[in-house]
């Protein structure tokens, strides 16, 4: 790695790390205005640059999935096949994107999904997409293995904070994760469940990419094609799970065993029991991550879930995992008269967002497609990813014929006949 006095001084001499901007006269504050609107329209041109600007295996952690890659793909698939019927000679004077959840209304249906090693595709990554949640007035929810602090993001995401917690073999780690989201301002707690066990993402084996995130020979020749990543990674160093780190003692955070201890920390299931210790320590609204199963969802309600997030960890963890788009309307029709249902897993566009409302989902989160923006636009990219979704969904609002996304939910509570 290079020294950072070094890698600063590279870092002077490369061109500026973005295109050059096409001579355009937009609209002043809307998505058109935005510097970079016109070269990069929607995801399919933010992943393309994502691609060209990281190295490879950091491209692969983001954009792959376990095995095979089947869910990821069935995932964007099974979005695209759903068709709906538009509806025209309406008035569309107003369009209101916003949605109302947990006793807030939000600015529109969708938020930032945690995203563990979020700062490896640009260093200020987390920090930037917090802080653009709390202005956008959307949350933000951060991963236990983020790389910052729970206390740092709570400041920089503000109401807009959401936690996302993983079960640890020391049941006080857990429960001090809980408090101190709490403490930092938390205002939604999302409990992950579908991590039973490590996956078997083939990408990451084959890339050498390990926890610890400790170059290897290989990745620093794929760094070495790209050198700004390289330069400003060698500047802020390899990522570290700040989150975490509390529980290793100080002369370990950082090092490679540390990082083992932090492995076999986190290296559990969650249970009933945990899920109901955390219920008892947390007080605000709890969303339960990783739905599919209804008798399952049933029962987390009964136990004081206040939510639940249909979610296949994005084709993360189970490479043979139902489609949350297509997963969602009949988990709706069961509980949806309950609680919320909300949904991640495969969101990559305001259109999507809509597809997810019309099956009944009352909120959409997406990782990808906030991460692929950061990769591509880095400190461009938090700001251009919420004013495009923002805009995607008020044009298809608009296409769609309905004035509002409360009113594309309450047809979907009609449709799907939601029932206790």
Not at 4 to 19: I, K, Q
Not at 170 to 190: E, N, Q, Y
Not at 201 to 229: F, H, K, V, Y
Not at 329 to 346: K, N, T, V, W
Request: proline share 6%.
């Amino acid at each position: 790695m290079l020294d950072p006095a070094t890698a600063s001084a590279m870092l002077l001499h490369f061109p500026h790390p973005l295109p050059a901007i096409d001579p355009i006269n937009p609209e002043p504050g809307t998505f058109e205005g935005l510097s970079y609107a016109k070269r990069y329209p929607s995801l399919p041109f933010l992943k393309k640059e994502a691609q060209k600007r990281l190295p490879r295996f950091a491209f692969d952690f983001l954009a792959g999935g376990v095995g095979r890659g089947s869910t990821v793909a069935c995932n964007e698939q099974a979005f695209d096949n759903v068709t709906l019927t538009p509806r025209y000679l309406v008035d569309l004077s107003t369009i209101d994107t916003s949605v109302e959840l947990f006793g807030r209304r939000w600015a529109m249906p969708i938020g930032v999904s945690p995203v563990g090693f979020g700062s490896l595709y640009w260093p200020r990554g987390e920090r930037a997409l917090a802080q653009a949640a709390q202005i956008a007035g959307v949350p933000f929810a951060q991963s236990t293995f983020s790389n910052e602090t729970i206390e740092d993001i709570g400041r920089l995401a503000g109401s807009s904070f959401w936690f996302q917690i993983y079960a640890c073999k020391d049941r006080g780690v857990t429960l001090d994760l809980v408090a101190r989201a709490s403490a930092s301002g938390a205002t939604a707690l999302l409990v992950t469940i579908d991590t039973p066990s490590l996956s078997k993402r083939e990408l990451d084996w084959r890339n050498g990419l390990t926890l610890s995130m400790r170059p290897t020979l290989r990745q620093i020749l794929a760094a070495s094609t790209c050198p700004r990543w390289a330069v400003e990674r060698a500047l802020a160093g390899a990522p570290r799970l700040k989150t975490l780190e509390a529980y290793v003692p100080p002369h370990l955070r950082g090092t490679g065993e540390g990082l083992d201890a932090l492995y076999e920390l986190t290296d559990t299931w969650c249970d009933w029991a945990t899920f109901d210790d955390i219920r008892r320590a947390w007080n605000g609204p709890l969303i339960l991550k990783g739905v599919l199963d209804i008798d399952m969802a049933r029962q987390a309600i009964d136990r004081g879930a206040d939510a639940l997030l249909v979610s296949n960890h994005g084709g993360r963890q189970f490479d043979a995992a139902e489609p949350t788009i297509q997963a969602v309307p009949r988990i709706f029709e069961a509980l949806g008269s309950r609680c919320p249902i909300l949904l991640d897993s495969g969101v990559r566009s305001g259109l999507d967002v809509l597809r997810s409302m019309s099956r009944g989902a009352s909120f959409c989160l997406s990782g990808r497609l906030f991460y692929y923006g950061m990769a591509a636009l880095r400190e461009h990219g938090a700001e251009h990813v919420m004013a495009m979704v923002g805009d995607e969904l008020r044009r298809e609002l608009m296409q769609y014929g309905r004035p509002s996304a409360t009113q594309v939910m309450e047809e979907a509570a009609t449709m799907h006949g939601s029932r206790k």
